[in-house]
Each structure stands twice: as structure tokens, then as C-alpha cells.
């Protein structure tokens, strides 16, 4: 299929992910590359994947990136020996933003194009939320339901959901956890004739589209540092829970990207970074933690990881996830295990290591770090080289995460942009963790 109908199908008819059917190789144009400014750049590597009319791209990226507050959409910023590369400019102060903007305006025009209309069904950990509802609230096509895990995200980040009263707009809080909320949603797009006749898309990560908007400020970062560092290749430390920044990153690197290593960084939910330290991907119960968004033990993206890790045969990849579904583990063959480790290392920076990570940032640089960037660069920091910097993604403003802030540092953290939303209205229903609940909601609301 195309990129348009990729992006309103958001999963595949039979509940698997969609990739692109080849990924090209942009060695030859990094050095001109490295001249552009961020959205210029968007649009060289959007026009490789998007069936859009140049002139109509140029467009929805102008309109995307228009509501970020600082010029260079995600600056990077050096900080002691790292360089933090600040996604959190965007209008819900979180890195999801940058891809969420994109892809929701590329909804809203698509929709009109064809005379549609959607409905999203999204599953949050906490930043996801915000960022699409912003991006689709009020919109005259789309209208979207976004399940979040009660009590298991931070307070301002269920704020900057359940505070948009847009009537398109459906807050579901699941008593369960994110995985629970993944799982009602995943179970709900396998049901095509349902999928079908509410006409559900998707929005997290599971959108193609996420992906390959987050693999810009991967080049626009990478180059830049690589610049001015005279230096011939790269190292990100990525935090991650649900794979798909990270994942961003991979196909960066598969594009031409000269990335030495994706440094993974998970907290207490260390999934993704066992897996990458054993080989055995397994799963276990989720631990409740200061950086909620990275609460997780199941990552939907690591099936895209697995197609390439996998000889591209998605035979293989449908038993391996049917191996984990059932066994809720996995083990790759060893020669697949030696393939993910040329390009990525892991670590874990549990609670501990978090909060004096935040501390000893704010003392010793007055750089207030979030709790989901501090386990990036308490993990990055063992990565350090001479000859290849380490960039580390700062996910979302620490503004968001007020308790662990204080926690850490005993100052308050705060935003302008998050005190606004303070004492105002709040819309949501709560649910027991019921997928027939979730179904008989969207029917009720669509009928």
C-alpha cells in the first residue's frame, strides 16, 4: 500500500506492523544533508516514503513544526561531556510531539482529500496522549478514543489529556497498565469487520508514520554534532519503553546514518535491555516507577526489529511473536543475537540511579533533566568516547514530572504551559481492564 492509506490504516489488516518495502541508502547526500535546517530537512527525507504532492508536504511541514518554541525545532544542547538533544519544545513539552504534529496534520489532509472521516484508538503511557490529542482536537474528521493506565502516569501528563473538553475527543482510563491498555487496543484493530465498520486508525507508534518522523532529528542531530566535533560517526543513548524512538534511530542507521551505537536505556522494566544483553526476550510484571512512560514489558515495535534481525522472512517473525504470545518469551538464534549487537548496546538506570543522575545534573550544570532523559544519560554516560560523542534524547520537559523533580533536587520544576491547565475542567471515563467495555464505549459514542 501507499504512504497515504499506511498512515489511516496505522496496522496491518491481519494486527502485524507495516514497514516500507526497501530502505535507501543516503550516504552520498549526508554532507548537503548537514547544511539544511530542520524542516528542509524533513521534507528531503519525508519525500523518500511519502506519496504526498511536494508543495502539499511542504506544507503540513511548515504547519506541524509552527507551534515548537525554539527555531531549531529540537536543538541539542551540550552539557558536561554529553550533548542533550531537547525534543520537548513542541506544544505538549514531550518528544512525541514531533512526530504527533506531522501526523496528525497528515490525517486531517488526507481525510478531506478523500471525504473520510477516522477514528483513532490510541493506548498511553503518558506522553503519546497529550500529543495526539493536541494534534487532532477539534479537528472536523477525526475523533479519538486514548486509553491510559490509571494512576500509573504522572499527574500533569493525565492533566494535559483529561483537560481537553473537545467534543472529538474520548479519555479512557484503564484500570490496569499500559500493557493492559496496548493490549485491548491491538485485540480491538485484529478484529477487522470492527475495524472496518468504526473506521479505527491508529496513533502510537504502531503508525508507520511515528517512525520515520522521529528518524529526522536522528540526521539533523547526528550531523550537526558530528560537524562540529570533527568527528566521522555518532552514539545515541536513547530511554525507551516501547521501542519505537529507538527504532527511529535503527532506520537511521540502516539509511546511512554513520551510528556507532544505539545505546537503549530502560528503567526497572528492563525488557528490551535484557534482550539486548542475553538475547532472551522475556516477559515479566510491570514495576510501577518515576519514569512512567517507560513502564512497559511489552514493546510494540520490537516486531519491526525482529523482521530485519530475522532474515526480512515475516514467516519468522509471526512464529516468534506467536512463541512469545504463548511462552511470553522468546530467544533468537545466535547469529541474529551477533546482528543486533553491531548496532545497539543496553543498560538500565534504575530509581536510585535516576533521581542522583537529576540531582548531580542540576547541581553541577543547572540543567534540569526529566526522569526518562536521566535514565538515558545515566546509561549514555558509561558509553563516553573521545572520538564519538554521545547525544542523549531529552523525551519530555522535567516540568511534567514535578514529584520525582522534588524528590531529587528539592527545588520545584514548573511551566507555564502546565501551570494553565491547573483547577480547570476535566473529562474521563474509567473502566475496569475490559476490552468489551472499550468496544461497547466506541460504539455508543459512534452510534
Known amino acids: 500500500m501507499g504512504f497515504k492509506d499506511a498512515v489511516l490504516t496505522g496496522m496491518a489488516p491481519d494486527g502485524g506492523l507495516l514497514i516500507p518495502d526497501s530502505i535507501p541508502d543516503v550516504s552520498s547526500k549526508l554532507n548537503e544533508w548537514a547544511k539544511l535546517n530542520y524542516t528542509d530537512l524533513a521534507f528531503e527525507i519525508f519525500s523518500l516514503y511519502c506519496d504526498l504532492e511536494p508543495t502539499v508536504l511542504k506544507e503540513i511541514i511548515a504547519k506541524s513544526y509552527a507551534p515548537f ?23 505538549t513539552l514531550a518528544f512525541k510531539d514531533v512526530a504527533m504534529q506531522f501526523l496528525s496534520n497528515c490525517f486531517d489532509h488526507i481525510l478531506e482529500e478523500r471525504g473520510e472521516t477516522l477514528n483513532i484508538l490510541g493506548s498511553t503511557s ?5 500529543a495526539a490529542i493536541y494534534g487532532v ?47 485491548i487496543m491491538k485485540n480491538i484493530f485484529s478484529d477487522v469487520p470492527f475495524k472496518e465498520k468504526y473506521k479505527l486508525g491508529a496513533v502510537n507508534s504502531v503508525n508507520w508514520c511515528r517512525v520515520l518522523a522521529q528518524t ?18 555518532i552514539q545515541f543513548s536513547v530511554p525507551t519503553g516501547n521501542f519505537g524512538n529507538i527504532l527511529a534511530g535503527y532506520f537511521a542507521q540502516r539509511m546511512g546514518l554513520p551510528v556507532k551505537k544505539l545505546i537503549l536505556a530502560t528503567n526497572e522494566n528492563d525488557i528490551l ?42 514467516v519468522s517473525v509471526c512464529e516468534s511473536m506467536e512463541e512469545f504470545k504463548t511462552n511470553k518469551k522468546l530467544i533468537l538464534p545466535l547469529e541474529s543475537q551477533k546482528s543486533s549487537e553491531k548496532h545497539f548496546a543496553a543498560g538500565t538506570g534504575r530509581t536510585a540511579e535516576t533521581l542522583d543522575v537529576i540531582r548531580r545534573y542540576k547541581d553541577t550544570y543547572n540543567y534540569t533533566l526529566d526522569p526518562h532523559t536521566a535514565v538515558g544519560v545515566s546509561v549514555g554516560e558509561k558509553y563516553l568516547s573521545a572520538d564519538c560523542p554521545v547525544i542523549c534524547l531529552a523525551t519530555a520537559h522535567a516540568s511534567k514530572f514535578p514529584e520525582a523533580i522534588i524528590d531529587a533536587t528539592g527545588q520545584p520544576c514548573e511551566h507555564e504551559i502546565l501551570n494553565a491547565l491547573k483547577g480547570g475542567k476535566t473529562k474521563c471515563v474509567d473502566f475496569d481492564n475490559s476490552e468489551a467495555a472499550v468496544r461497547d464505549y466506541i460504539k455508543a459514542c459512534l452510534t
Open 273 to 314: 535491555a535484557r534482550f539486548f544483553n542475553t538475547g532472551e526476550y522475556s516477559q515479566g510484571d510491570v514495576a510501577k516507577t518515576i519514569s512512567p512512560s517507560m513502564d512497559i514489558q511489552v514493546a510494540s515495535n520490537f516486531e519491526r526489529f525482529l523482521y530485519y534481525m530475522l532474515n526480512e522472512n515475516p
Open 216 to 233: 529526522v532529528y536522528y540526521f539533523y542531530s547526528g550531523l550537526k554534532i558530528m560537524k562540529e566535533t570533527n568527528t566521522e560517526n
Open 137 to 183: 482536537k477539534g479537528k472536523e474528521h477525526i475523533n479519538i478514543f486514548m486509553l491510559h493506565p490509571k494512576g500509573r502516569t504522572s499527574a500533569m501528563q493525565e492533566l494535559q489529556m483529561t483537560s481537553v473538553l473537545d467534543k472529538n475527543v474520548f479519555n479512557i482510563s484503564i484500570d490496569g497498565t499500559f500493557d493492559d491498555c496496548q493490549d
Open 126 to 130: 503518558g506522553d503519546t496522549g497529550s
Open 69 to 91: 518554541r525554539h527555531p531549531e525545532i529540537t536543538p541539542v544542547e551540550k552539557v558536561g561531556e554529553l550533548y542533550i538533544l531537547e525534543l520537548f519544545h513542541g506544544p
